[in-house]
């Protein structure tokens, strides 16, 4: 197998658009959750979310951004950043051997949404032209695709909130084994329509909001957290075969070494202790190391009640007493909850950490619950730190559990 270089990433998320401003937002603790003003949001139980505060318009000509939804957009001005930051010499390139892997759970939900309303709300049919062509899950990918004209595997997965974690996962398998050489990979997610977030509340898992600070809502392994918070964006990692990397003087952000898919077949929507330990013994068995050499878990950490404590007995299953010492954090507890998105974002950020030296806190968590109990990085970043390789948490309903493991470039 070939190594796989990390040489650009690329995010649109609550917490700024561009690596430096998301790294700057995670080492304040900074919250991108908010209460939602408008009057579509006054029909929410809770209206709180973490918005990202971007426009398109450096993403392409207003005529295609009408062909667009706004999770494609996410994922075009992503992939942008990425190419740029990796400084790929794209004319150069057989495009044939670049691919495009990208997760997303729910598509251009703006779109379906506004589809409905205009169907069924305002009973009308003039649906917009173009809304199969905005809505359907593979838009994303496909964009990315033609606009850069890469011709290689271009595929969408969709495994709810592991769908990001498995493109980045099974990207980094086809550098590994020779039928690819660049690969484009992450998730996009943009559910902060009226539909989608109903539909959210109705399956309970939503956050109640706090009542003095609406952006200290997601409380992961807290005592008194309530429940997840949708976020939306992006984030595009840009991989590449090691050798070729390293042949153009490319700055490498990260190795990527271990990949762990496993199926949790005990219910929809409840995890189990087994299904995500099985997960991370696999990433660990990938990378060829063991749970000591791991410096840093970027964890799933929903905030809700189930969740967190089977994923603090998962970790204690697979780490053992490595467990007690490794910093943990879920920074979902400050960008929210990007559904299919959520696995590449939190990869990026476990990279970005590395790099800097700064392990991300789980803010919120002043009440400790005695079922969650490892090092959660309570409230406050740690600076300084030395972290060597980082392990990134996705699980899924549906059962589809991941785990990511990055390696530090150059030891």
Known sequence: MRRVAVTGIGVISPLGNSTGALLESLAAARSGICRLEGADYERLANPIAAPAAWQPTMVAEASKLRMMDRTTQFALDASRQALTQAGLPLATLDSSRVGVFIGTGMGGAHSTDDGYRTLYAEQSDRIKPFSVLLAMNNAAASWIGLEYGFTGPNLTFTTACSSSAVAIGEAAMRIGSGAADVMLAGGTEAPLSLGPMKAWEAIRTIATQDPQDAGASCKPFSKDRSGMVLGEGAAIV????????????????????????????????????????????????????????????????????????????????????????????????????????????????????????????????????????????????????????????????????????????FQ
């Open 238 to 409: 840009l991989m590449e075969e090691w050798e070729s990397a390293l042949a153009r003087d490319a700055l490498i952000l990260a190795e990527v070494i271990g990949y762990g898919l496993a199926t949790d077949a005990s219910h929809l929507t409840h995890p189990s202790v087994e299904g995500q330990a099985r997960a991370m013994r696999l990433a660990l068995a990938s990378a060829r190391i063991d749970a000591a050499s791991v410096d840093y878990i970027n964890a799933h950490g929903t905030g809700t009640l189930a969740n967190d404590p089977v994923e603090t007995a998962a970790i204690k299953q697979v780490f053992g007493q490595h467990a007690n010492t490794i910093p943990v954090s879920s920074t979902k507890s400050m960008h929210g909850h990007l559904l299919g998105a959520a696995g590449a974002l939190e990869f990026a950020i476990a990279i970005l950490a590395m790099n800097a030296g700064v392990v991300p806190p789980t803010a919120n968590l002043r009440q400790p619950d005695p079922a969650c109990d490892l090092d959660y990085v309570p409230n406050h970043a740690r600076a300084d730190s030395t972290i060597r390789t980082v392990m990134s948490n996705s699980f899924a309903f549906g059962g589809t559990g991941v785990a990511l493991i990055g390696r530090r470039a």
